[in-house]
């Protein structure tokens, strides 16, 4: 079974920058997409970002567009997401996932139903 493991999470300020990683082992990184949800305090859990096996195409919910990179690195096994201008409404814990599922559909890849295996969560908080 794949295993996730999420780093890069702390306190940053409004405006802030951070970059998220999530190391995967024990399965075939290449074969899975990859995503990354948030769940804030009192709330559900929610798409952020998503990036597909081979072509490597992305997808983000429009709440972060322009503001979250999402990245992979196969020889690594290693997804990234970069965090620039961070807002308050950012704080939550970031969770990576892994999907061995195939979908033509990007929106696909926003359902968390989609994903076989997840990560324990990394902490971001936004101070303003």
């Known amino acids: 079974q794949m295993q996730l493991v999420e780093s890069g999470g702390g306190l940053v300020q409004v405006g802030g920058s951070l970059r998220l990683s999530c190391a995967a082992s024990?399965?075939?990184?290449?074969?899975?997409?990859m995503g990354w949800f948030r769940q804030a305090p009192a709330k559900e859990r929610e798409f952020v970002a998503a990036?597909?096996?081979?072509?490597?195409?992305?997808y983000y919910a429009d709440s972060v567009k322009g503001r979250f990179t999402i990245s992979r690195d196969n020889a690594n096994n290693t997804v990234y997401l970069q965090i620039d201008s961070l807002k308050s409404v950012d704080t939550a814990v970031y969770y990576c996932?892994?999907?061995?599922?195939?979908?033509?559909?990007?929106?696909?890849?926003?359902?968390?139903?989609?994903?076989?295996?997840w990560g324990q969560g990394t902490q971001v908080t936004v101070s303003s």
């Open positions: 996932a892994a999907s061995s599922a195939y979908s033509s559909t990007n929106s696909y890849y926003a359902r968390p139903q989609a994903y076989n295996y």
């Open positions: 024990r399965g075939t990184f290449s074969t899975h997409a």
């Open positions: 990036v597909r096996r081979s072509s490597g195409t992305t």
